[in-house]
């Protein structure tokens, strides 16, 4: 498809809870990138794949944090035993080597609440 | 990580006025410098972007002012309308597609009729 899809919109999990989204790239882009936004706006890079391999996860709170894209699935971030901290809207984007823009299309988010 | 600092942190614009944004990074080593465009509940989407080695940029009412000995680059939307009511976001990052982009603190501009 021609936008990034992420499932499900919204997700509502107890502290402790396992959560688990997922995202659709644009079909062709073989860049994936996951995102956090807090409340204050500010956005914090997670991790980046190129196809099914990890590219970057210099922003993964490893402990607690897991991510995979395998081929012909969707990419997925799940998180165990959630926290109050946890709580933000998760952003994938999307991209194609090549193309000279670093052009991330990102999609709608999933917003996380961890009550 | 290193920042982009990015100000003012909201801007009440009138219709036809111009809505500036300005942002400042530290390091050199990148070669790409978007601005996005984020609306209530959606992604942030590319609105215009800018390598160092041009110092302005511009498309349609929006344009990017880059200023590489100063570290300091600028969004001007000229002719500012009520849709362009949203939250601008500076970044930084490097061409080629498959580097992250780190983010300014962002702006969020309401234009009033």
């Known amino acids: 498809g021609e936008e990034v899809a992420q499932t499900p919109k919204h997700l509502v999990r107890g502290e402790g809870q396992k959560a688990k989204l997922y995202c659709a790239p644009i079909?062709?882009?073989?860049?994936v990138f996951w995102y956090q936004q807090v409340l204050k706006n500010e956005f914090k890079f997670l991790i980046s794949?190129?196809?099914?391999?990890?590219?970057?996860e210099t922003g993964m709170p490893k402990e607690r944090f897991s991510a995979k894209c395998l081929p012909n699935s969707p990419c997925s971030l799940e998180i165990q035993a959630t926290k109050l901290e946890d709580s933000a809207v998760y952003f994938c984007?999307?991209?194609?080597?090549?193309?000279?823009?670093?052009?991330?299309?990102f999609g709608p988010g999933t917003r996380l609440t961890v009550t | 990580q290193q920042q982009v600092k990015q100000s003012p942190q909201s801007l009440i614009v009138q219709k036809g006025g111009i809505s500036i944004i300005n942002c400042a990074y530290e390091?050199?080593?990148?070669?790409?410098f978007p601005w996005y465009q984020q609306f209530p509940g959606k992604g942030p989407a590319l609105l215009i972007a800018i390598r160092p080695d041009v110092s302005e940029k511009k498309e349609g009412r929006f344009t990017i002012s880059f200023n590489k000995s100063a570290k300091q680059f600028s969004l001007h939307i000229m002719d500012s309308q009520p849709g362009d009511s949203a939250t601008y976001f500076c970044?930084?990052?490097?061409?080629?597609?498959?580097?992250?982009?780190?983010f300014g603190t962002g702006t969020k501009l309401q234009v009033i009729p």
């Open positions: 390091n050199t080593a990148f070669d790409y």
């Open positions: 984007a999307s991209s194609i080597l090549g193309q000279g823009r670093n052009e991330q299309y």
């Open positions: 970044a930084r990052g490097s061409a080629g597609g498959y580097q992250k982009v780190t």
């Open positions: 794949f190129q196809n099914e391999n990890v590219f970057d």
């Open positions: 079909k062709g882009h073989s860049y």
